[in-house]
């Protein structure tokens, strides 16, 4: 109970309205959040330290949320000079193997490659071990795939395996 005090308490500052409806509308999420992540009733409930997983799983969101937005910027930028300078364009296509297991995993990454302006999934092999991916700009093709690797599938495992 003290903990969704604390909740709806933080959503309040956060919103910056103190109404009925929005500490209703915080109750009711404070409520679903503890539900999904929080602790658990039980008879030793108060000899143990509450489970605060959820947060740690929402900083893990905001964090990924924030670099999908930083590549969507810079890959933005990329893809209008390459408009304004199309002698630049280095097209291809790369073999890009896969660490991800699940088709969710799977097709959340090839989501966030078609997202980013420059890039397209094109296919995932019927292993599901190597996705191709096409790039309007191929420089170095490992260099393309440690990016891929490093960057989105990392962070898909972070969010999708928490």
Do not use: C
Not at 61 to 68: D, I, K, S, V
């Amino acid at each position: 109970m003290f903990l969704l005090i604390v909740m709806v308490l933080i959503w309040v500052f956060l919103t910056g309205e103190l109404t009925l409806g929005n500490v209703g509308f915080g109750s009711i999420l404070a409520f679903l959040l503890l539900f999904v992540g929080g602790p658990r009733m039980d008879i030793n409930y108060f000899s143990r330290k509450p489970n605060f997983r959820i947060f740690t799983y929402m900083w893990k969101l905001l964090q990924f949320m924030g670099f999908f937005f930083k590549e969507l910027v810079t890959a933005g930028l990329s893809v209008f000079t390459f408009i304004l300078n199309p002698d630049r364009l280095k097209p291809g296509v790369v073999a890009v193997p896969l660490s991800v297991k699940s088709d969710a995993e799977i097709t959340l990454l090839a989501n966030l490659i078609t997202l980013t302006p420059g890039t397209l999934t094109l296919d995932v092999s019927t292993d599901q071990k190597v996705i191709y991916v096409h790039s309007v700009y191929v420089e170095d093709a490992d260099e393309f795939r440690k990016e891929i690797k490093e960057g989105f599938e990392t962070r898909v495992k972070e969010i999708m395996n928490p």
